[in-house]
């Protein structure tokens, strides 16, 4: 179905949208971008979207102010009838524009290319939930600023293929025996009653979605840390699922083949979705 999308301060067709031969987000991948949720109609945490997306274009010289960026937000879902929806996403994604192809920046001021969308995302039925996922391991292959939100992503492509061609939801990358994050999403182990995920270092996304997870399995009196997970620990874990906007908690029964813990959904997991739904629909009712 046709959509409306935003470009360079223009509504309009996605057939009708157009961007240059010589932009830089199209020849390099020198753009930042970020995807945001909206809960029927309202954005979820969207202030630490655009803190995200400054602190990316910052780290890339990208002169872009996203203070009109909320406007856009709304504008895409009004737009495309999503105001209802239970749950969309707005993807929007800022280059650093057109100019001359030189590996250094254009010389001169560029306008950046800014462009955006907006899709319904379908959360599977809580039935199909609790059946849980399989996963897979595979070697990152990064650069040393997974931190940033680029769209450089063939490593993560190639991941979530690797994923996919095993018939399998995730891809769990590893570096140097450490389990980092997911292709898309990042990763949450759980021995015994502790909950672990990777610290928000530069080896990996700062998910919007794992700090929120984070708060609530303080805010539910749950042991956490923050600390890299080798491979064969992970191997061992009770529990593993993955976080991210277009994750939400999903839970991983089977990796690598292998059964998780006892190969079923387990009550952390559980715990924290039901946590993560009152929390996203409390703030919906603007009391989050
Ligand atoms: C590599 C990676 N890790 C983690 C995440 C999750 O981040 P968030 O929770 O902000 O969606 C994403 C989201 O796209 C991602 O691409």
């Known amino acids: 179905m046709e959509s409306t999308v935003f470009l360079d301060g223009e509504y309009l067709p996605s057939d009708q949208a157009r961007i240059s031969v010589e932009d830089r987000g199209f020849l390099f991948g020198d753009a930042v971008y970020e995807v945001s949720p909206a809960y029927r109609g309202t954005f979820f945490r969207l202030d630490r979207h655009l803190d995200r997306m400054r602190r990316g274009l910052g780290a890339l010289q990208i002169d872009w102010d996203v203070a009109e960026l909320p406007g856009i937000h709304e504008g895409l879902l009004a737009r495309n009838g999503l105001d209802a929806a239970e749950v969309s996403i707005v993807y929007l994604q800022v280059t650093r524009g057109v100019a001359p192809r030189t590996h250094h920046f254009p010389p001169g001021p560029v306008r950046p290319t800014v462009f955006g969308y907006a899709k319904e995302f379908l959360r599977p039925a809580r039935e199909r939930w609790e059946e849980g996922w399989a996963a897979i391991t595979v070697p990152d292959q990064r650069w040393a600023r997974a931190d940033l939100k680029t769209t450089c992503l063939l490593p993560n492509v190639l991941a979530q293929e690797a994923a996919r061609r095993s018939d399998v939801a995730d891809a769990v990358l590893v570096r140097d025996?450490?389990?980092?994050?997911?292709?898309?999403?990042?990763?949450?182990?759980?021995?015994?009653?502790?909950?672990?995920?990777?610290?928000?270092?530069?080896?990996?996304?700062?998910?919007?979605?794992?700090?929120?997870?984070?708060?609530l399995a303080r805010g539910a009196g749950m042991p956490v840390e923050e600390r890299p997970i080798p491979l064969e620990e992970l191997s061992g874990a009770d529990e593993i699922f993955f976080t991210g906007t277009t994750t939400e908690i999903r839970p991983t029964v089977e990796l690598d083949g292998l059964p998780v813990g006892e190969g079923r959904v387990g009550p952390v997991a559980r715990a924290l979705f039901d946590a993560f739904l009152a929390g996203v629909e409390q703030a919906r009712r603007g009391q989050g």
């Open 177 to 215: 025996g450490f389990a980092l994050e997911g292709a898309h999403n990042n990763l949450f182990a759980v021995f015994g009653d502790t909950v672990v995920t990777h610290p928000a270092s530069n080896q990996i996304l700062h998910g919007i979605t794992r700090e929120f997870v984070l708060e």
